[in-house]
């Protein structure tokens, strides 16, 4: 079978798992009821795996039973914070198992819920061979390196009917939901502009440049790559460090940069808010202009969004060379309406009336506004969100597909930039109406032997 013939089955089979909509069927293999406790294996325990992991011990009805690392610092510090007491409560799992293999967690028939706190390029994978061992899965965010991985774990999920919640957690934060409910209302009128961004300054050296060495001891490098290809390890493509946020994240063999990780976070919302399933075209521009490390996603990146119904443009900024914003903030969502601004990020929402032409504000009731005093724990409660989907076989909030559209708005943007290609995208069959080769081969990628991506 050509690569061809072996693309447009996959995308047929794909197209058919995200546009199924059924509602979740009761098959588990361990039918749980409302006072049951889940069981569960965490998969990359890292520093956002371990957050997450926190998280979970902290509800009541969890039991931490595996941990997984291909690093052994991060293995045996995971081990020991599964077993030990938390907010007065130890872990009540008879014997907390570790594993080097995620495999061998997936092989357990106990264990109902798999959360994946891998490196992205691993995402895909865990979360799909965990669907077909009859897993439910937490999955951190972006969902997949390329397009046709998420449409994948989309169909992956729907075929064996898995309860799959993505780490998008703003969505339940209380203020997030109070302000998407105002913008779909029209309280700020049409909205025709919407502007993201994340700025910061680490002007000239960013994340060094350490030369190739031998991998440290503990890691078995080999794994960590996985379906990625195979390179000589060095210190900022493993990233791993107590005083910083991995490194991996600018690779593009493992991630997309800020565009993937923190943009999904912003995208998400805006397409929430605008109910929207994703843009229509998308141009990019950027470079690594200033800072002189072996990072190789952009230092300096501005991705626009065409969206069709309803007609808006959003914008996506991201800067490492100066953290300047009009606002001093250094992240955040504005929604430009006819009536007025919303700015929103995780410490609360503003509304700021229009002023018309005649000089004067938009008569409004009230400008609302939430602030740090009133926000809930949107993680803790998008964990509890889906821990009571577990049990319900409803679809939690951040619900796979929902996740997969969010992020390919990022990774399109991706496409974009590194084909310097106009892209004009179906956003409905999720393919592309108008783009080059080079933006076509980006929306998939070959994964490295033994592994192999399959439903």
């Given at each position: 079978?050509?690569?061809?013939?072996?693309?447009?089955?996959?995308?047929?089979?794909?197209?058919?798992?995200?546009?199924?909509?059924?509602?979740?069927?009761?098959?588990?293999?361990?039918?749980?009821?409302?006072?049951?406790?889940?069981?569960?294996?965490?998969?990359?325990?890292?520093?956002?795996?371990?957050?997450?992991?926190?998280?979970?011990?902290?509800?009541?009805d969890v039991e931490i039973a595996a941990v997984c690392d291909v690093y052994e610092p991060n293995l045996s510090a995971a081990l020991d914070n599964a077993s030990s007491n938390l907010s007065g409560r130890r872990n009540t799992a008879s014997n907390v198992q570790s594993y080097r293999d995620f495999r061998q967690v997936l092989d357990r028939k106990d264990i109902d819920v798999v959360i994946v706190g891998t490196p992205d390029h691993w995402h895909p994978l865990v979360m799909v061979e965990a669907c077909k061992a009859g897993k439910d899965v937490y999955v951190e965010k972006p969902v997949s390196h390329t397009v046709d991985e998420g449409r994948l774990m989309v169909e992956a999920a729907r075929q064996y009917s898995r309860v799959v919640q993505v780490g998008t957690q703003q969505r339940s934060g209380k203020h997030f939901q109070e302000a998407v409910k105002l913008i779909q209302d029209g309280f700020i009128g049409k909205v025709s502009f919407v502007r993201t961004w994340n700025y910061d300054n680490q002007y000239p050296q960013g994340i060094g440049n350490p030369p190739d060495s031998?991998?440290?001891?503990?890691?078995?490098?080999?794994?960590?790559?996985?379906?990625?290809?195979?390179?000589?390890?060095?210190?900022?493509?493993?990233?791993?460090?107590?005083?910083?946020?991995?490194?991996?994240?600018?690779?593009?063999?493992?991630?997309?940069?800020?565009?993937?990780?923190?943009?999904?976070?912003?995208?998400?919302?805006?397409?929430?808010?605008?109910?929207?399933?994703?843009?229509?075209?998308?141009?990019?521009?950027?470079?690594?202009?200033?800072?002189?490390?072996?990072?190789?996603t952009p230092d300096?990146?501005?991705?626009?969004?065409?969206?069709?119904?309803?007609?808006?443009?959003?914008?996506?900024?991201?800067?490492?060379?100066?953290?300047?914003?009009?606002?001093?903030?250094?992240?955040?969502?504005?929604?430009?309406?006819?009536?007025?601004?919303?700015?929103?990020?995780?410490?609360?929402?503003?509304?700021?009336?229009?002023?018309?032409?005649?000089?004067?504000?938009?008569?409004?009731?009230?400008?609302?506004?939430?602030?740090?005093?009133?926000?809930?724990?949107?993680?803790?409660?998008?964990?509890?969100?889906?821990?009571?989907?577990?049990?319900?076989r409803q679809r939690p909030i951040s619900d796979i597909e929902i996740g997969h559209r969010s992020t390919s708005a990022c990774l399109l943007g991706n496409v974009a930039f590194r084909s310097k290609e106009r892209i004009v995208w179906d956003v409905e069959r999720q393919e592309l109406k108008q783009g080059g080769p080079e933006a076509r081969q980006l929306l998939t990628r070959h994964y490295r032997a033994p592994w192999e991506l399959s439903v």
């Open positions: 079978m050509t690569e061809e013939l072996k693309r447009r089955d996959f995308m047929k089979r794909a197209a058919l798992g995200v546009g199924a909509g059924v509602a979740l069927s009761s098959f588990s293999r361990t039918v749980l009821g409302a006072n049951d406790r889940v069981r569960v294996g965490v998969v990359g325990p890292g520093r956002q795996g371990s957050y997450d992991m926190d998280d979970f011990r902290r509800q009541p031998d991998p440290p001891p503990g890691l078995d490098w080999n794994l960590w790559l996985g379906p990625a290809p195979k390179v000589q390890y060095n210190y900022n493509r493993f990233g791993v460090g107590p005083d910083r946020w991995s490194t991996f994240r600018y690779f593009w063999d493992y991630a997309g940069g800020f565009m993937t990780d923190w943009g999904v976070h912003l995208m998400d919302i805006v397409q929430w808010a605008m109910q929207v399933k994703g843009p229509g075209t998308i141009t990019a521009s950027g470079g690594k202009y200033y800072i002189q490390d072996n990072a190789e300096t990146l501005q991705v626009t969004y065409e969206y069709e119904n309803p007609r808006f443009v959003a914008v996506y900024e991201n800067r490492w060379d100066n953290s300047n914003s009009a606002n001093a903030k250094g992240y955040g969502i504005e929604f430009h309406g006819t009536d007025a601004t919303l700015f929103i990020d995780r410490s609360g929402f503003q509304v700021y009336p229009e002023l018309r032409q005649e000089g004067k504000q938009r008569p409004v009731e009230r400008s609302p506004s939430m602030t740090m005093e009133s926000i809930n724990d949107s993680h803790f409660d998008h964990v509890r969100n889906f821990l009571d989907c577990v049990k319900s």
